[in-house]
């Protein structure tokens, strides 16, 4: 998760419980990422439709100098698949794209140093869905990151264990399926609303 300066959530262990896997039929199905949209309050902020780069902005100060450099990260979703399936397992694969400042060597040149990185990500795991709260649990436990022309890299979590992809609010509508992702920064009016969108 980005938060409005386009840093990354730390890792927070979480213990999620869970009754059964699957429970809701009408969700089995293959969906395709449509657009996220960013939301602060009741004020929509921000839409990034799939194949749009969602960048922030940043300066950083020069090596041996007064001055500074405005720099930018961005992050593209190419493609994101998730097919939910009926005996309660997911498999999640998207094609992303990175542009990166590389802080170190921006500084020393005093402009943006950017590392730009294409990958592939595959994930499997299961999935449970309490329809009468509206309620979706998708828990990793395998995934692989291969970068492309370059190395790919994986996991398979101890038995017992694994990553939360995601816990909370699931709107399902015919062919829409709308996920709300929160974010508390602990500023005053500083929660933030991701909602993301995906379509059969």
């Known amino acids: 998760m980005y938060d409005a300066d386009g840093n990354i959530s730390a890792p927070v262990e979480r213990c999620v419980t869970v ?7 009408a969700v089995a199905a293959k969906w395709e990422y449509v657009e996220s949209e960013i939301a602060e309050g009741d004020m929509t902020t921000a839409t990034y439709e799939v194949g749009e780069a969602e960048c922030y902005n940043d300066e950083i100060s020069c090596t041996g100098t007064s001055g500074t450099v405005e720099v930018f990260d961005c992050y593209t979703i190419n493609e994101g698949i998730l097919e939910i399936k009926a005996d309660g397992t997911f498999v999640f ?21 950017i590392e730009n990185k294409d990958y592939v990500y595959n994930s499997t795991g299961n999935w449970a869905y309490v329809s009468a709260e509206k309620r979706l649990t998708l828990i990793e436990y395998s995934y692989s990151e291969t970068e492309v022309g370059g190395e790919t890299v994986s996991e398979t979590v101890a038995p017992g264990e694994g990553y939360v992809l995601f816990h909370g609010i699931a709107e399902l509508n015919g062919n829409t399926f709308v ?18 969108t995906f379509k059969k």
């Open 19 to 25: 009754e059964s896997w699957g429970g809701y039929a």
């Open 179 to 196: 996920f709300y992702i929160e974010e508390d920064f602990g500023e005053t009016d500083s929660q933030e609303t991701s909602k993301i």
């Open 93 to 113: 694969s998207s094609d992303e794209n990175e542009e990166y400042t590389m802080d170190a060597e921006s500084a020393e040149n005093c402009s943006q140093v």
